[in-house]
């Protein structure tokens, strides 16, 4: 059992788009082995890799900026 998944709510799991490895995500998942909810934020991916009607923002310097 997870220590960490016993004094939680939920678990955020950070993933590298085109960085990080399928078998990677898959071993931290599967190491999760908790009944409470986990979500998956793909990281870094680039605009034009999402569809046009995903909203597209960024964070500069304190200052939030979309497109």
């Known amino acids: 059992m997870n220590v960490l998944a016993n004094h939680v709510d939920h678990i955020v799991l950070v993933v590298g788009a085109n960085s990080t490895p399928h078998?990677?995500?898959?071993?931290?998942v599967k190491s999760l082995r908790?009944?409470?909810?986990?979500?998956?934020?793909?990281?870094?991916?680039?605009?034009?890799?999402?569809?046009?009607?995903?909203?597209?923002?960024?964070?500069t310097q304190g200052k939030v900026t979309s497109s």
């Open 23 to 28: 078998q990677t995500v898959r071993r931290a």
């Open 34 to 59: 908790t009944e409470a909810p986990f979500h998956v934020l793909l990281n870094r991916v680039g605009s034009d890799a999402l569809p046009p009607y995903v909203y597209d923002y960024s964070y």
